[in-house]
């Protein structure tokens, strides 16, 4: 059952990336020219994704776990620090200057798109070469000591 929600999920993404054009860089390019041709087609998107997801989160509050039965872990909230604000910048360096993130660059290697497949073979050996720094280590073993833990209902 888990495999099929994963591949529904999944294939539901990858639709709405493709019906809403956002695997196109240009597409994502043009959301960032605010000082241009500013394209506001991403905020739609992002809408309908918080309108689609705020209620499935309510319901699963309510109930305290997720439709499996399992505790609901949710990240603790954390402040804005140098570390948030150096992979955001980060982040948006990299979004700005391919147009691709790692959601549509996914979709993107299903069409054989090779500038996807550079992409995500580097976006790998960031998040490889993030994983070796002590920081990270500490970081990942507070996210799965968190994951432990079930959210609290609201």
């Known amino acids: 059952?888990?495999?099929?929600?994963?591949?529904l999920a999944g294939s539901v993404f990858s639709v709405g990336l493709?019906?809403?054009r956002m695997i196109d860089p240009a597409r994502v390019v043009?959301?960032?020219?605010?000082a241009g041709h500013w394209d506001?087609?991403?905020v739609f998107v992002m809408g309908g994704a918080i309108l689609a997801a705020a209620p499935l989160f309510a319901w699963a509050r309510a109930r305290g776990k997720d439709i499996f039965g399992r505790p609901i872990t949710l990240?603790?909230?954390?402040g804005i620090d140098r570390r948030l604000l150096g992979g955001?910048?980060?982040f948006g360096l990299g979004w700005g200057l391919s147009g691709i993130c790692p959601g549509p660059v996914l979709v993107l290697l299903g069409t054989g798109d090779r500038g996807a497949a550079v992409f995500a073979v580097t976006?790998?050996?960031?998040?490889?070469?993030s994983?070796?720094?002590?920081?990270?280590r500490l970081a990942i073993t507070q996210i799965n000591a968190s994951a432990a833990q079930p959210a609290v209902k609201s």
């Open 1 to 7: 059952m888990k495999i099929l929600i994963a591949f």
């Open 18 to 20: 493709m019906l809403s």
């Open 30 to 34: 043009g959301f960032l020219d605010v």
């Open 40 to 42: 506001p087609a991403l």
């Open 75 to 78: 990240p603790a909230r954390s």
């Open 88 to 90: 955001a910048t980060l």
């Open 123 to 129: 976006m790998l050996i960031g998040i490889g070469l």
């Open 131 to 136: 994983r070796l720094t002590p920081a990270k």
